[in-house]
């Protein structure tokens, strides 16, 4: 009879990486204090041995945790409060408990991707807004971490995503329905996060597509990339209204830069919508309050059913995986 096969011990996950067993623990147990060339020697090693800690057996030894986790860039931002706010709903109802863990770098991300389905501290985990490569979505299954993308999709893993292009298609053509010729964009169309999604660039694109179908066009000048900053938005707004031949329509990649637009606007005199149309795009609580035409994408609704979708799966891990595309309205007030 062969001698049974010893599991890989945290020794030799040291051994192979070439680090101290002190460093393996800050890969496991805090990943953002582990440089990345470090983390991707150590991460390797780990599913080279096939190593599982303690941590984990210990976590399959009980029936769950009755946690969940949200991994998310930028989660202050009233869309990201929503969308946690439909997840939370759906999590009270089932007794979990929710964790945040707040990304604000790639390294930060490949941490915690490499770390969570590991040490098994939650039993499933909702990704919002960040991009995952292959390798980070065969580890999650591999480690059987039940995961819901928002935001984003992979076929490895169960996801919830909207169609940015079409909710600019929308914009551009209610615009044209209300009769305007000359069209401006404001939005953060290339900000420097490089882990997260920004889909404000698919959203104009959507725009000018439209446009152009109509035999019209958006000018380069009219076009104003800028950062999610009030202020900074503001400044653009008001730069755009003071040209010589100012656009009679604005269409704004995020609700929250569009109430800086009708700030700017304000300050100027300048009336909305007689002189000016304003269209954001989220419906943000706020949107409604200040009566501003928006492209609605249902936030609090996408984290109601990725939570709901994760339990499911907890339950019954053989379930399909869902990949569901939520749908977008025009929700016309009195900016337009």
Do not use: C, W
């Not at 953060?188 to 725009?207: C, M, N, Q, Y």
């Not at 954001?280 to 009566?291: K, L």
């Amino acid at each position: 009879m062969s001698p049974e096969k010893k599991s890989p011990t945290i020794y030799d996950v040291a051994k192979l990486a070439g680090v101290s067993i002190s460093t393996i623990s800050r890969v496991l147990n805090s990943p953002d204090k582990v440089n990345s060339e470090t983390h991707k020697r150590v991460m390797n090693a780990i599913d080279r041995l096939g190593f599982v800690p303690r941590a984990e057996a210990r976590a399959h030894a009980m029936q769950n945790t009755n946690r969940i986790g949200v991994l998310t860039p930028f989660f202050t931002a009233p869309s990201f409060v929503q969308r946690f706010r439909g997840v939370a709903s759906a999590l009270s109802k089932a007794n979990y408990e929710l964790v945040i863990y707040p990304v604000d770098s790639i390294d930060h991300l490949q941490g915690y991707i490499s770390s969570i389905p590991l040490m098994r501290n939650i039993d499933g985990l909702i990704i919002m807004s960040l991009a995952l490569g292959d390798q980070d979505a065969q580890r999650l299954s591999n480690n059987g971490m039940e995961t819901v993308l928002i935001e984003y999709s992979h076929p490895k893993l169960n996801s919830i995503v909207i169609d940015d292009e079409h909710g600019g298609r929308l914009a551009a053509e209610h615009l044209i329905k209300k009769g305007h010729k000359t069209f401006a964009f404001l939005g953060d169309i290339e900000p420097p996060e490089k882990f997260a999604i920004h889909p404000v660039k698919s959203r104009l694109t959507g725009f000018k597509q439209a446009l152009q179908d109509a035999g019209l066009s958006l000018s380069t000048t009219l076009t104003r990339p800028v950062s999610y900053n009030q202020e900074d938005s503001r400044q653009a707004a008001r730069e755009l209204l003071g040209l010589l031949s100012p656009p009679s329509a604005i269409f704004v990649g995020s609700d929250i830069q569009a109430l800086s637009v009708l700030q700017a606007a304000r300050q100027m005199k300048i009336k909305v919508p007689e002189d000016l149309a304003v269209i954001g795009f989220d419906d943000i609580d706020v949107a409604e309050h200040v009566d501003l035409t928006t492209i609605r994408q249902h936030l609090d609704e996408s984290g109601r059913l990725a939570a709901e979708i994760l339990l499911a799966r907890i339950n019954e891990p053989n379930r399909p995986l869902q990949h569901i595309k939520l749908p977008l309205n025009l929700i016309e007030r009195l900016t337009t």
